[in-house]
């Protein structure tokens, strides 16, 4: 779906709103991170932070890399599109070379980008991801998008243990297929959000030498974990990016159970498709009506679990 149909989508938004209510520093070497919306406006329409929380836009957002490429997504609207943009220059386009090109300023961490006379110049303002402009909005609306996230998440949060494998891959990986690793997981609150930390055999520990790290937010209403986007993201050095992970309990189909599945192509063009099979700790394994045990199940896990410790936080079995 080309983005012109996202926009056209928000300016839908934005017009109907009008109807209803009448009746970081510039620097020239680009720009790098994750710029979250906290307004937008036509020229009938003013729409804060609040209100697009009320119709779901909120999550709508503007990633930049300081190569001059990016992308934008536009929350509930399919997946990203990708642009570049011209520092020096102030425009942006899409990567497609549709619609022409945007314009935009910067202020700080603040980013307002004009989308042009297709779009009766409708302007949304970005303001840098856990910036004080962004706290600061979000602050105003009553959001506490950086505060800890409030709800039940027991089923969620905590100790895990289980293994991961590669399903298929070539290149590097294809010698890889059908191996399996034994892990350690941890979920827990962070940035308002959650992160799993996943630590195996070879790259063994929690505080310094993790497989994987990825920050996901919980819906609690749809019980299910989508990955959001960070710069630390990661699963074995290559990043993971918004959506790419989506952890559905009931896929397990048993109780105390998550399975992860996700592909990438790194950096050599190598594919790699994998999976992570977890069971909470405390749980014994259910091999009967999911699957085979980690390795080390019997030899280590198990006793731990029995003798009442916590889960390693350096794997050495």
């Given at each position: 779906?080309?983005?012109?149909?996202?926009?056209?989508l928000l300016?839908?938004?934005l017009l109907?709103?009008?109807?209803?209510?009448?009746?970081?520093?510039?620097?020239?070497?680009?720009?790098?991170?994750?710029?979250?919306?906290?307004?937008?406006?036509?020229?009938e329409?003013q729409?804060?932070?609040?209100?697009?929380?009320?119709?779901?836009?909120?999550?709508?957002?503007?990633?930049?890399?300081?190569?001059?490429?990016?992308?934008i997504?536009?929350?509930g609207?399919?997946d990203?599109?990708?642009?570049?943009?011209d520092?020096?220059?102030?425009?942006?386009k899409?990567?497609?070379?549709?619609?022409?090109?945007?314009?935009?300023?910067?202020?700080?961490?603040?980013?307002?980008?004009?989308?042009?006379?297709?779009?009766?110049d409708?302007?949304?303002?970005?303001?840098?991801?856990?910036?004080s402009?962004y706290?600061?909005a979000?602050?105003?609306?009553?959001?506490?998008?950086?505060?800890?996230?409030?709800?039940?998440?027991?089923d969620?949060e905590?100790?895990?243990?289980g293994?991961w494998?590669?399903?298929?891959?070539?290149?590097?990986?294809?010698?890889?297929i059908?191996?399996?690793?034994?892990?350690?997981?941890?979920?827990?609150?962070?940035?308002?959000?959650h992160?799993?930390s996943?630590?195996?055999?070879d790259?063994n520990?929690?505080?310094?030498?993790?497989?994987?790290?990825?920050?996901?937010?919980?819906?609690?209403k749809?019980?299910?974990?989508?990955?959001?986007?960070?710069?630390r993201?990661?699963?074995?050095?290559?990043?993971?990016?918004?959506?790419?992970w989506?952890?559905?309990?009931?896929?397990?189909?048993?109780?105390?159970?998550?399975i992860?599945?996700?592909?990438?192509?790194?950096?050599?063009?190598?594919y790699?498709?994998?999976?992570?099979?977890?069971t909470?700790?405390?749980?014994?394994?259910?091999?009967?009506?999911?699957?085979?045990?980690?390795?080390y199940y019997?030899?280590?896990f198990l006793p731990?679990?029995?003798?009442g410790?916590?889960?390693?936080?350096?794997?050495?079995?």
């Amino acid at each position: 779906m080309k983005l012109h149909k996202h926009l056209s989508l928000l300016l839908t938004v934005l017009l109907l709103l009008t109807l209803t209510a009448c009746g970081g520093d510039d620097k020239e070497t680009g720009l790098s991170g994750k710029y979250l919306i906290i307004s937008g406006e036509t020229a009938e329409q003013q729409l804060d932070y609040e209100l697009l929380t009320l119709i779901e836009l909120d999550k709508t957002y503007l990633k930049l890399n300081k190569d001059g490429t990016g992308e934008i997504f536009f929350q509930g609207e399919g997946d990203p599109e990708p642009i570049t943009y011209d520092h020096a220059a102030k425009t942006m386009k899409f990567a497609d070379g549709s619609d022409g090109n945007l314009t935009y300023t910067v202020k700080g961490d603040v980013i307002t980008v004009t989308f042009g006379e297709l779009y009766d110049d409708m302007v949304l303002t970005f303001a840098l991801e856990g910036s004080s402009s962004y706290k600061d909005a979000v602050g105003s609306a009553g959001s506490g998008a950086t505060a800890t996230p409030t709800g039940d998440y027991s089923d969620w949060e905590g100790q895990w243990y289980g293994w991961w494998t590669i399903f298929d891959g070539d290149g590097y990986y294809y010698d890889y297929i059908n191996y399996s690793w034994d892990c350690c997981v941890v979920i827990e609150p962070m940035d308002g959000n959650h992160l799993i930390s996943i630590w195996d055999e070879d790259m063994n520990s929690y505080e310094d030498n993790c497989l994987a790290e990825v920050l996901v937010e919980i819906d609690l209403k749809k019980d299910e974990a989508v990955s959001v986007y960070d710069s630390r993201n990661q699963f074995w050095g290559v990043p993971v990016d918004s959506g790419d992970w989506v952890i559905d309990p009931d896929y397990a189909g048993v109780d105390d159970m998550l399975i992860i599945e996700d592909a990438f192509t790194d950096q050599n063009g190598d594919y790699c498709e994998y999976g992570v099979v977890l069971t909470r700790w405390g749980v014994e394994w259910n091999e009967i009506d999911s699957t085979y045990p980690p390795d080390y199940y019997e030899s280590y896990f198990l006793p731990l679990m029995k003798q009442g410790k916590d889960l390693p936080a350096v794997f050495e079995p």
